[in-house]
């Protein structure tokens, strides 16, 4: 089993649906739980951090359940702008010095 | 303030051969990480130095070495290259002392023939 796994995808959405990612993770000594997201050809970038009471960031809200090491992301009223990969990442480490990403799902938001 | 830079952008190498890649961190990072990242995937971790010293390292092969300097710049250095290490190189860097994100570099992007 892989330590994190994310839905397959790729999501072809139109604008202005709501659309989940799911994510789960192996190792329950993780410490901190984040989602990227990724452009095509260019770096990972921080969306956010993800809180066990679940964070909300304007039309993203991220939840993380440790008793089932299950996180989510929602975004709801979807943009072209959102056209990405979106990466879970598990910080392992107790330095922060193991961040394992999940494979990413691919998001289309299609006009 | 500039963020995490990376260099070069873009190297093509063939079979066997050594390559070196470099990153300097975001300015009062003293964390630098690797990743390798290939077509389709997510990032591998690679390893991860501070204070000088490799602190963790993945599952990678002792082909992979690297360096931090005490400017806290990094290296990664590949040797007898492989078709199979064509991808995307990631340089993340992050504050001392906590357990909060990283951030990323461009990246370089390297292919193998």
């Known amino acids: 089993r892989k330590e994190v796994e994310q839905d397959p995808g790729p999501f072809n959405v139109p604008e202005g649906a709501t659309v989940a990612f799911n994510c789960t993770y192996s190792?329950?000594?993780?410490?901190?739980f984040f989602w990227y997201r990724q452009d095509c050809r260019k770096e990972p970038k921080l969306l956010m951090s993800v809180y066990s009471s679940g964070n909300e960031d304007g039309r993203f809200t991220a939840q993380l359940n440790r008793a089932s090491q299950y996180i989510s992301l929602l975004i709801r009223d979807s943009k072209l702008s959102d056209s990405a990969t979106y990466l879970c990442?598990?910080?392992?480490?107790?330095?922060?010095?193991?961040?394992?990403f999940g494979p990413g799902t691919r998001l289309s938001v299609l006009p | 303030d500039a963020g995490v830079t990376q260099s070069p952008t873009h190297l093509i190498k063939t079979r066997g051969q050594q390559v070196t890649l470099r990153c300097s961190p975001k300015s009062g990072h003293d964390t630098v990480s690797w990743y390798q990242q290939a077509l389709g995937q997510g990032p591998q971790f690679i390893f991860q130095y501070y204070e000088e010293e490799e602190r963790q390292r993945g599952n990678f092969p002792d082909r992979f070495s690297g360096h931090q300097f005490p400017n806290y710049s990094s290296e990664l250095n590949v040797n007898a290259l492989l078709l199979g290490d064509s991808a995307l190189y990631l340089c993340a860097s992050r504050r001392p002392g906590s357990q909060e994100t990283q951030y990323f570099g461009p990246g370089t992007r390297l292919l193998v023939l």
């Open positions: 990442v598990v910080n392992v480490g107790n330095y922060g010095q193991n961040f394992v």
């Open positions: 190792n329950s000594a993780s410490q901190s």
